[in-house]
């Protein structure tokens, strides 16, 4: 089974999300911030990590750069959503596909399956 990271500060989008990927077959973790996702990772290596980009205490730029430089964590696929402009941040993290939000479920899960099956070819 594999296992997906969700971290968002804002609860209710967390929970929604957690149920779905749940729903798909999904075993899943949460984290509100970046700092509570870098301590989830370190008791369950993540298959995927789908985070929010502006959130309190870490935000996604941060934990994204820290998941990058750790040797343990080489290969965990990395999905961020954001309400801003996600063009912008494309061409900032070149490398890392982004949900525009509001997103909807079908658009979600594509990009999910996407970023765990381009892990699977590796």
């Given at each position: 089974m594999e296992t997906v990271?969700?971290?968002?500060?804002?609860?209710?989008?967390?929970?929604?999300?957690?149920?779905?990927?749940?729903?798909?077959?999904?075993?899943?973790?949460?984290?509100s911030h970046g700092r509570e996702a870098l301590a989830r990772m370190?008791?369950?290596?993540?298959?995927?990590?789908?985070?929010?980009?502006?959130?309190?205490?870490m935000d996604g730029p941060a934990l994204i750069k820290h998941i990058r430089t750790e040797p343990e964590w080489k290969g965990v696929s990395l999905l961020g959503m954001s309400a801003v402009d996600v063009g912008a941040l494309r061409a900032e993290?070149?490398?890392?596909?982004?949900?525009?939000?509001?997103?909807?479920?079908?658009a979600l899960m594509k990009q999910v399956r996407k970023a765990l099956d381009g892990k699977r070819a590796l």
């Amino acid at each position: 089974m594999e296992t997906v990271l969700v971290v968002d500060d804002e609860q209710g989008i967390l929970e929604a999300l957690a149920d779905l990927l749940r729903e798909e077959g999904y075993r899943v973790l949460t984290a509100s911030h970046g700092r509570e996702a870098l301590a989830r990772m370190s008791e369950l290596r993540p298959d995927l990590v789908l985070t929010d980009w502006m959130m309190p205490v870490m935000d996604g730029p941060a934990l994204i750069k820290h998941i990058r430089t750790e040797p343990e964590w080489k290969g965990v696929s990395l999905l961020g959503m954001s309400a801003v402009d996600v063009g912008a941040l494309r061409a900032e993290y070149p490398g890392i596909p982004f949900l525009q939000k509001p997103f909807d479920i079908p658009a979600l899960m594509k990009q999910v399956r996407k970023a765990l099956d381009g892990k699977r070819a590796l």
